[in-house]
């Protein structure tokens, strides 16, 4: 009847303002934090347990790790003199990057942790869609998106906000390894 597919419609309508209302949500967080980066750090360093860093990202993307099935696996990871608000957007946008660009039935995020003279290392590896080669420089830009909004949600600055945190704590975030359908390794300095 006529009533059903107007009622079909508003449903089809009111779904799309929702996508899109969230989309626009998820954009203003993002540009918020990007742009609280900007801001002067503390000066003084506070010691950071980086596991607990990790669990309480854990606990605030239950939701999603549950729906995706997913595992997050991490071995015992350190106390650092850093900044504990940006090691959390740090290890977030990592690990949502590592679920939301996955298609795999079983998504692994795998956090390890090394030391050298001058750094703390960790590697972040997921088995996701991965990332092209000649793609690996561009995804640290602002807004590049390697695929359309409708495949994979997101405001295209996740690995901006990384790559701005982390300079600004005197480290580098590199791609170590990735390609199509080979997920990737991202290494923190």
Same mark, same amino acid.
């Given at each position: 009847?006529?009533?059903?597919? #107007?009622?079909?419609?508003?449903? #089809?309508?009111?779904d799309f303002?929702?996508?899109s =209302?969230?989309?626009?949500?998820?954009?203003?967080?993002?540009?918020? +934090?990007? $742009?609280?980066?900007?801001? +002067?750090?503390?000066?003084?360093?506070?010691?950071?347990?980086?596991?607990?860093?990790?669990?309480? !990202?854990?606990?605030?993307? $239950?939701?999603?790790?549950? *729906?995706?099935?997913?595992?997050?696996?991490?071995?015992?990871?350190?106390?650092?003199?850093?900044?504990?608000?940006?090691?959390?957007?740090?290890?977030k946008?990592?690990?949502?990057? =590592?679920?939301?660009?996955?298609?795999?039935?079983?998504?692994? !995020?795998?956090?390890?942790?090394?030391?050298t *003279?001058?750094?703390?290392?960790?590697?972040?590896?997921?088995?996701? !869609?991965?990332?092209?080669?000649?793609?690996?420089?561009?995804?640290?830009?602002?807004?590049?998106?390697?695929? *359309? %909004?409708?495949?994979?949600?997101?405001?295209?600055?996740?690995?901006?906000?990384?790559?701005?945190?982390?300079?600004?704590?005197?480290? %580098?975030?590199?791609?170590?390894?990735?390609?199509?359908?080979?997920?990737?390794?991202?290494?923190?300095?």
């Open positions: 009847t006529t009533d059903d597919i #107007q009622k079909e419609r508003v449903i #089809q309508y009111l303002v929702n996508r =209302g969230k989309q626009l949500h998820g954009l203003i967080e993002d540009v918020s +934090s990007f $742009q609280s980066i900007g801001a +002067s750090l503390p000066n003084e360093l506070e010691l950071v347990d980086v596991n607990l860093v990790v669990d309480s !990202i854990i606990e605030s993307i $239950q939701y999603l790790l549950q *729906d995706k099935d997913v595992v997050v696996e991490f071995e015992t990871l350190p106390r650092i003199h850093s900044y504990k608000a940006l090691l959390f957007l740090v290890f946008n990592l690990i949502e990057n =590592g679920i939301k660009f996955n298609e795999s039935s079983n998504p692994v !995020i795998n956090i390890e942790y090394r030391k *003279d001058d750094f703390h290392v960790f590697l972040v590896k997921d088995n996701g !869609i991965g990332i092209a080669p000649e793609y690996h420089n561009r995804v640290f830009g602002m807004f590049k998106r390697l695929h *359309d %909004r409708k495949a994979y949600e997101g405001s295209g600055l996740g690995l901006s906000i990384v790559k701005k945190i982390v300079s600004k704590l005197d480290g %580098r975030i590199d791609i170590v390894e990735s390609d199509v359908n080979k997920g990737s390794l991202f290494q923190v300095s």
